[in-house]
């Protein structure tokens, strides 16, 4: 009975945390991961300290990565998705009262490249995208996603509509005009709701620090060192920084769970094992106890059939005892498991059922056997 609460609450555990990789696995993230390339790069400020310059090598390195071979789009931006940058302030739309500063609502400012949405597989869904005439000289302008519509216009159209956001990047906190919407996207993590969000052009905003973005196509050469050419030839002194893929970003954000999952279900696996074996000895030690029993049995008249089916209510009893006690350890397991768990309940009626069901049928196995060379 010991056994089977054991691998109970094992094989629950198991089947929570798979079910959570299923649904990690559909979450809408709202950009595309495959095939993109990522790192980080910093300019020093004590040789980039001016706006257009720190516009200029931005403009000038993506141009250049663009010409590689293989290479579909490049992208920057300060605070792409699942990345440790980014910046947020108080929102205050132009021609509504101010409530104050502990009541205005939040938002994150991410400063991008005019092609940052495109590489990063970001649709615009309504208005316009950041053109490359959005630069210093001309009108400033911001996209937002729907969360930042939903919290700052519920009812109204954003299209032109001038806000201001309280965080500076270095360059002041200028009031920008809305040009367009964008779909929300999981920007701190893969299970994290998306903030609200305005993406506003690097040439208006800076700053120096940014992640870049390299679509590219599958099965591409040596496009790495192809970039790192060009940095190089730009400036020798910029190391590229966190070089990694979206993809493997994305897996790191599930390692946790899979981790846990292997974990557990190695220890479930063992102990499923250990419950049958030690049921089969259990349940093959009492039939040889009464093989006299049975021998009498059967010479008065019964049946195979039921001595099997004897054995087996015999059996079942501390199985079901253990179970009911499985189930409740893996209740108070699933709680300790909430922290690794997504969209997926610690007491999920599916998971438990089918937890107890195969172990159900595993000891049933187990006990029919030595129930069968008995009859």
């Known amino acids: 009975a010991g056994e089977v609460a054991l691998s109970l609450a094992l094989l629950a555990g198991s089947g929570l945390l798979l079910k959570t990789l299923v649904q990690l696995s559909d979450v809408e993230l709202g950009y595309e991961t495959e095939n993109v390339l990522r790192f980080d790069l910093s300019l020093p400020e004590a040789r980039y300290s001016e706006l257009p310059e720190i516009h200029g090598f931005f403009q000038e390195l993506e141009e250049g990565i663009r010409n590689i071979p293989g290479v579909i789009s ?7 998705p699942l990345g440790r940058w980014g910046t947020s302030g108080d929102v205050i739309v132009e021609g509504k009262p101010d409530p104050g500063p502990a009541n205005r609502p939040l938002s994150s400012l991410r400063a991008v490249t005019p092609s940052y949405l495109e590489t990063a597989g970001i649709p615009i869904i309504r208005g316009r995208g950041l053109e490359s005439s959005d630069n210093s000289g001309s009108s400033l302008v911001g996209v937002v996603n729907e969360t930042f519509v939903r919290r700052n216009f519920p009812g109204e159209d954003p299209l032109g509509q001038q806000v201001r956001v309280t965080a500076n990047l270095g360059f002041g906190s200028p009031t920008w005009t809305i040009v367009g919407v964008v779909p929300d996207v999981r920007t701190y993590g893969i299970t994290d709701a998306s903030p609200a969000e305005i993406y506003v052009p690097q040439s208006q905003m800076g700053p120096g620090s940014m992640n870049v973005l390299v679509r590219h196509a599958e099965g591409v050469g040596p496009l790495l060192s192809a970039i790192r050419g060009q940095v190089e030839s730009m400036d020798s002194n910029l190391p590229l920084r966190n070089v990694t893929t979206m993809d493997a970003l994305v ?3 599930m390692a946790p769970v899979r981790f846990f999952l292997v974990l557990l279900s190695v220890f479930a696996w063992i102990a499923v094992a250990l419950a049958a074996a030690g049921l089969y000895g259990v349940v093959a030690h009492l039939v040889s106890r009464r093989r006299q029993e049975m021998g009498i049995r059967l010479a008065l008249g019964a049946k195979g059939e039921s001595l099997i089916r004897m054995v087996l209510l015999e059996t079942a009893r ?5 179970m009911a006690i499985g189930l ?11 922290s690794f768990l997504y969209e997926v309940s610690s007491r999920d009626p599916i998971v438990l059922f089918l937890a107890a069901l195969a172990l159900f049928g595993v000891a049933t196995l187990a006990s029919y056997v030595p129930a069968r060379q008995a009859s």
């Open 318 to 322: 501390p199985t079901l005892v253990g």
């Open 328 to 338: 409740g350890a893996a209740m108070v397991a699933g709680r300790i498991l909430d």
């Open 74 to 80: 490049v992208g920057s931006a300060f605070g792409a």
């Open 251 to 253: 897996s790191k954000e």
